[in-house]
């Protein structure tokens, strides 16, 4: 039972220190991003490599959107004529390609890390 | 119309391939077609409420509810499994035992199925949330609305295939045996899905350490091709972890283990030594 506890600690350890760095690291740098007809604009951001970046995208499509990358790590369904906020990085210098998964032929981009 | 098969498909495969190892794992148990019936309808009916409420899920906790609701739901799915493998060790032995005993006889009783049933809802209701959604865009555009609908169901069947044939495949292990993978076999599931949740819990701003990516091998082995992805679910293969993700893979694997080793009766450990 004893390894239980450790392991727990352990986990329950690294969200707390998460918790406190979150708030300090808070000043992630923004970015904006609309769906429009089923494209990203603009397709291509430049985000500075080795920080958090928020990005604010806008689904002005009357349909659903998934955002999609497994380079960013990120899944995120977006509704039609809503705004949803994507979290990435922190990157290494690179491209970083990203889809519209429910119109995967049109919907692309490209984040770009420097 | 294949374009809506082949997304329909992929999200899912990885509920198909989870449904497949819970029904190998509660081979011989009665009522376990009722259970597992129970958990894909009440997690198709999550689904649908889900895409439902996805505006508001969305925009709650500061634009993180659907980061959270992912990582809250995979969390209880690894809880689930780690019961169920704890359950295991302590009765797995006696029932692989009277499984060679009987052939195919039925077990009875109480073996806790709620919790395969509920890890069999939850995974429904992610991957289907997503599948409702898309579903729903395709009929709301209009246009060639019929093909892209009948790609998409198509996409559910093909998923159903791929469930029944990952069954067939584990059932071709002996009796004897057959626990004692399906146990592994969870084991790997639930630090997959552990190492998913704190990646989410990183996208909803939740955390903000070790976010440091350890390899990259999306050049060798790409985590959205056919064989990544099976091993993404199977395993929990990434092609980009980040630390934390590895360690929350191996704290769970540890976890799974000490869960093992201690719910084992020490009879069972006296047979073996």
New interface residues.
């Given amino acids: 039972m004893r390894g239980i506890v450790v392991v727990r600690g352990i986990v329950l350890a690294a969200v707390l220190a998460g918790l406190s760095l979150s708030s300090a690291a808070a000043v992630a740098q923004e970015f904006n991003l609309v769906i429009r007809n089923h494209k990203f604009e603009p397709e291509e951001i430049r985000v500075p490599s080795g920080k958090r970046v928020s990005i604010y995208v806008s689904n002005e499509d009357a349909t659903p959107e998934e955002f999609d990358s497994t380079a960013l790590k990120v899944e995120k369904v977006i509704p039609g004529k809503s705004k949803a906020l994507v979290r990435i990085g922190p990157l290494t210098p690179g491209h970083y390609e990203f889809i519209g998964e429910f119109n995967a032929d049109t919907a692309k981009g490209v984040v770009i890390a420097e | 119309m294949l374009?809506a098969l082949v997304?329909v498909f992929r999200e899912a495969i990885e509920a198909g391939l989870i449904i497949g190892i819970v029904m190998a794992a509660t081979r011989g148990v009665a009522d376990r077609g009722a259970w597992i019936g129970l958990g894909i309808g009440l997690g198709a009916l999550g689904a649908g409420i889900i895409a439902l409420f996805?505006?508001s899920i969305?925009?709650a906790f500061?634009?993180?509810g659907?980061?959270l609701l992912n990582a809250s739901v995979l969390g209880a799915a690894v809880v689930m499994l780690m019961w169920h493998n704890a359950w295991m060790a302590r009765h797995g032995r006696e029932m692989a035992a009277e499984m060679t005993a009987v052939g195919e006889a039925v077990m009875t009783g109480k073996r806790p199925m709620t919790a395969l049933a509920v890890v069999v809802g939850l995974a429904v209701l992610r991957e289907g949330?997503?599948v409702v959604?898309?579903l729903?865009?395709i009929v709301?555009?209009g246009t060639s609305a019929s093909s892209l609908l009948l790609g998409g169901v198509l996409g559910l069947a093909a998923g159903a295939a791929f469930s029944a044939l990952t069954y067939c495949g584990l059932l071709a292990i002996p009796a004897r045996y057959i626990f004692t993978v399906t146990t592994v076999l969870i084991a790997f599931l639930a630090a997959g899905m552990a190492a998913q949740a704190v990646?989410f819990?990183?996208?909803?701003?939740?955390?903000?350490?070790?976010?440091?990516?350890l390899w990259d091998t999306?050049a060798w082995l790409?985590?959205?091709g056919i064989l990544g992805r099976l091993l993404h679910t199977l395993i929990g293969y990434t092609?980009?972890p980040?630390e934390?993700q590895l360690?929350?893979y191996l704290?769970t694997l540890?976890?799974m283990a000490?869960?093992t080793w201690?719910a084992t009766p020490a009879r069972a450990q006296r047979a073996t030594a």
């Fill in positions: 374009g997304i996805a505006e969305s925009g500061e634009g993180s659907q980061e949330a997503e959604l898309f729903y865009g709301a555009t990646q819990l990183d996208a909803a701003g939740m955390i903000d350490v070790l976010g440091r990516r999306s790409p985590q959205d092609d980009r980040t934390l360690i929350a704290a540890a976890v000490v869960l201690v």
